[in-house]
């Protein structure tokens, strides 16, 4: 029996551990409000508040109901083994057992400690070096990580794309809605570098293209991350492309720069110039936010004018020919399965790299 207590009583501790890192006590306070909210009269008078605030409770309950179950029935194994006899024994430890697996699975969310990882994210592509194979590489991303999203239960909606005259995209802007989708994504922030034989070249020859992934935390409130209007230079225009004449004809297009760090986002989507200005400011504040991580600002008037993500160096290559394998170069993790990895299995290359982050940080 003492051994079996000594497991629980380490169970509970790890658990008590994680409730503070997750803060699942202020998750719980957060949900409350929100079903509150909700549950007035007037909640739905301003149907995009109130789905947006949906969306949050649903994000939440997601995160913290696996804890909550785990910690409950520790509780009632601890009690219910405190006035155990010997027959009981062999089923509380099986149920101990069950619970201590169940904790392993779910302590990969003690990994998203960043101060946006519990975010929706912003994923921008853009071809680089490479020339079509360089815009075919984006599109393979771009299917890489909707396929991803699907597995993951991740919600992926295409805001813009702009597409190579032969094949590919020159690039493109994905929202990603899911609990934590930030902090899983955020390990994909960098160059991605290809090597395969051409299917572009009449010789067939091996090629290296490169394409960059821009991973930026989704800031749906302008409190979060406040811009002054000083700093914006808003310009409006035709969109061009597909979508007939009610896209060519009018100046829906918006391109807005944000002066002090030279940061430029254009949206024409076939939507009014009010969505498509809310989108670009979207994707500005949220594009802020990352250039204040990594350039460790306290504020915005800190930030200098810089490439996020810049063409340096890549952070993972991809190769096809002359043999198949995926390699991260910052944790060194790498796979056979490239075909896998192209398909959507990233869990292990994010995993790796999110468990290194955490270790330099202890």
Same mark, same amino acid.
């Given at each position: 029996?003492?051994?079996?207590?000594?497991?629980?009583?380490?169970?509970?501790?790890?658990?008590?551990?994680?409730?503070?890192?997750?803060?699942?006590?202020?998750?719980?306070?957060?949900?409350?409000?929100?079903?509150?909210?909700?549950?007035?009269?007037?909640?739905?008078?301003?149907?995009?508040?109130?789905?947006?605030?949906?969306?949050?409770?649903?994000?939440?309950?997601?995160?913290?109901?696996?804890?909550?179950?785990?910690?409950?029935?520790?509780?009632?194994?601890?009690?219910?083994?405190?006035?155990?006899?010997?027959?009981?024994?062999?089923?509380?430890?099986?149920?101990?057992?069950?619970?201590?697996?169940?904790?392993?699975?779910?302590?990969?969310?003690?990994?998203?400690?960043?101060?946006?990882?519990?975010?929706?994210?912003?994923?921008?592509?853009?071809?680089?070096?490479?020339?079509?194979?360089?815009?075919?590489?984006?599109?393979?991303?771009? +299917?890489?990580?909707?396929?991803?999203?699907?597995?993951?239960?991740?919600?992926?909606?295409?805001?813009?794309?702009?597409?190579?005259?032969?094949?590919?995209?020159?690039?493109?802007?994905?929202?990603?809605?899911?609990?934590?989708?930030?902090?899983?994504?955020?390990?994909?922030?960098?160059?991605?570098?290809?090597?395969?034989?051409?299917?572009?070249?009449?010789?067939?020859?091996?090629?290296?293209?490169?394409?960059?992934?821009?991973?930026?935390?989704?800031?749906?409130?302008?409190?979060?991350?406040?811009?002054?209007?000083?700093?914006?230079?808003?310009?409006?225009?035709?969109?061009?492309?597909?979508?007939?004449?009610?896209?060519?004809?009018?100046?829906?297009?918006?391109?807005?720069?944000?002066?002090?760090?030279?940061?430029?986002?254009?949206?024409?989507?076939? +939507?009014?110039?009010?969505?498509?200005?809310?989108?670009?400011?979207?994707?500005? +504040?949220?594009?802020?936010?990352?250039?204040?991580?990594?350039?460790?600002?306290?504020?915005?008037?800190?930030?200098?004018?810089?490439?996020?993500?810049?063409?340096?160096?890549?952070?993972?290559?991809?190769?096809?020919?002359?043999?198949?394998?995926?390699?991260?170069?910052?944790?060194?993790?790498?796979?056979?399965?490239?075909?896998?990895?192209?398909?959507?299995?990233?869990?292990?290359?994010?995993?790796?790299?999110?468990?290194?982050?955490?270790?330099?940080?202890?």
């Amino acid at each position: 029996m003492q051994p079996l207590k000594k497991r629980l009583e380490t169970l509970q501790g790890q658990l008590a551990d994680a409730a503070t890192s997750l803060k699942l006590d202020q998750k719980s306070v957060q949900i409350q409000e929100i079903e509150q909210a909700l549950s007035l009269p007037d909640a739905w008078n301003d149907p995009s508040e109130s789905t947006t605030r949906a969306k949050q409770l649903s994000d939440l309950k997601t995160i913290i109901s696996p804890w909550q179950n785990i910690i409950e029935q520790t509780t009632s194994l601890v009690e219910m083994l405190s006035i155990a006899d010997e027959s009981m024994l062999a089923e509380i430890e099986s149920q101990t057992k069950t619970l201590e697996v169940e904790y392993q699975k779910q302590r990969k969310d003690l990994l998203f400690d960043g101060p946006y990882d519990d975010h929706d994210a912003v994923l921008r592509l853009s071809a680089g070096a490479g020339g079509v194979d360089a815009m075919d590489w984006t599109g393979m991303l771009l +299917r890489m990580y909707t396929r991803w999203a699907e597995k993951s239960g991740i919600k992926a909606e295409l805001i813009e794309q702009s597409s190579g005259e032969e094949a590919g995209i020159k690039s493109a802007t994905l929202s990603l809605s899911g609990p934590f989708a930030f902090g899983k994504l955020r390990s994909e922030h960098g160059v991605h570098r290809l090597v395969r034989l051409s299917p572009f070249n009449s010789d067939n020859l091996r090629q290296t293209s490169f394409a960059l992934v821009e991973v930026l935390p989704e800031i749906d409130t302008p409190d979060e991350v406040v811009v002054d209007e000083k700093d914006l230079k808003i310009d409006v225009y035709r969109a061009g492309g597909h979508g007939g004449q009610s896209v060519n004809t009018t100046d829906s297009a918006v391109r807005i720069t944000h002066v002090p760090t030279n940061i430029v986002i254009s949206i024409q989507n076939e +939507r009014s110039q009010l969505q498509n200005r809310e989108t670009a400011m979207k994707i500005l +504040r949220s594009k802020l936010a990352q250039l204040q991580l990594e350039q460790h600002a306290e504020s915005l008037s800190e930030l200098k004018a810089t490439e996020s993500a810049n063409w340096g160096s890549q952070i993972r290559n991809y190769v096809l020919h002359p043999y198949t394998l995926v390699k991260d170069t910052r944790t060194k993790h790498e796979t056979g399965d490239a075909q896998g990895v192209l398909d959507g299995k990233l869990d292990e290359f994010i995993e790796a790299y999110l468990s290194q982050v955490k270790d330099d940080k202890n």
